[in-house]
C-alpha cells in the first residue's frame, strides 16, 4: 500500500505542477515550440493544423505508448522520444532534445534509489564514468544548440540508424569472464558483489579495459548532449561487453548515470530556454503512466516480438530525421 502511495502521490504532484505550468506557459511558449511551417498553417486558418492543445493531448497518447514499448523493449525512452516526437510532431528540434533529456531524467531519478538499495546499481563503477560522462554532455548540448536545425537532423538520423544496427546485432552476456581487474579498476577500487536471486548466489564481479571505458564515455556524454537521447542504449554495451561487468550490474549502473549525465545536459537546454512546460510536462507524465502498464504486461507479451517493433519504429524515425536534414 505504501508503494502505491508514494506513486499515487508523485503523480498527483505532477499533475498539478503540469496544470500550474501550463497555465502560465501556454500562451508564451505556443509559438516558441512549433515549428514555422506550424505556425505558417495555423496564421493562415489551415483546417490541417491542429490546436496548440491537440498537439499536447496527442503528445501524451504518444508517450504513454512509447512508455509501454519501452518496457517491454527493453530500450530507454528518451531513444524513442527524440527521433518519433522531433520526426513527426512539429516542435523545434531544440525543444524536443530537451525534452528529452527531461524524459530521460524523470526515469533514472524514479528508478536511481531503488537501484542502488538493490545493491544492483553500483556508486564505485557508476561515478568515475559518470562524471567524465557528465561534462561531455554539458559540451555536447553547447554544441548541439549552436548547430542549424538541419545538421542535427542529419546527425540524429546517422546516429539512429547506427543505434538499430547496434541494437540489432549486440549481444550481452550475463556473467561476463574477466580474469583479472586492471590497474586503474584496481586504483579506483571498482569492484563489488551482489545478490542474484534467478542464479541463487552472491556474485563477486571486477572490470578490466577501464581506461578504454573512459574514454569512450566521453564520446557517449557527447551525444546524450547533442541529442538527448539519454545514453542506456551505449552505456550497457560498454559496461557489459567491453569492461566486462555483469549485465544487470550494467544495467542498473547505467541507469543511475543517466540521473547525473542528463542533469548536466540538462542545465544548459533549460538555460538556453529549450525547455518548454507545454512539450516536457505532458511528455514525462505519458511516459511515466505508460512505463508502469508496461511493467505489467512484461510478463504476458513477448518481448523479443516487442523489441523487433521498437527496432522497426527507430528505423522509420532514424530514416525520417536523416531525410529531414537532407532536405528531402
Partial sequence: MSGITIRINYFTILLGLGAILFGGAAGATEAAGLSPELEAATAAGS??????WGWVILLFVTTFLMGIVAVL???????????????FFPFGMDFVRGAGLMVALAGALAAGPGLLRSGMASLRL?????LIASASAIVGAMIGLALPANVVNLALGIIILGIVALMWMAKK??????????????????TGIYHDAAAGKDINWKV??????LSLFVGIGIMA??????????NIPVLNLLMGAPLKVSVASSKFM?????????????????????????SIIGIMLGSLLGV????????????KIVIVMLLVAGSRALLKGLGI
Fill in 173 to 190: 552476456s550475463e556473467f561476463p569472464e574477466v580474469p583479472r581487474a586492471d590497474n586503474l579498476s584496481s586504483a579506483l577500487h571498482i
Fill in 296 to 307: 505489467r504486461l512484461l510478463k504476458k507479451v513477448n518481448a523479443s516480438l516487442v523489441r
Fill in 47 to 52: 483546417a490541417s493544423a491542429l490546436p496548440w
Fill in 126 to 130: 557508476a561515478m568515475p564514468l559518470a
Fill in 258 to 282: 543517466l540521473s547525473i549525465v542528463d542533469t548536466s545536459a540538462a542545465w544548459v537546454y533549460l538555460n538556453q530556454g529549450a525547455i518548454l512546460a507545454i512539450i516536457t510536462v505532458p
Fill in 73 to 87: 523493449g527493453g530500450v530507454g525512452g528518451g531513444v524513442l522520444f527524440v527521433p518519433i516526437v522531433g520526426g
Fill in 225 to 234: 548532449g547533442m541529442f538527448g537521447l539519454g545514453a542506456g542504449w551505449a
Fill in 208 to 213: 578490466h579495459r577501464t581506461a578504454t571505458g
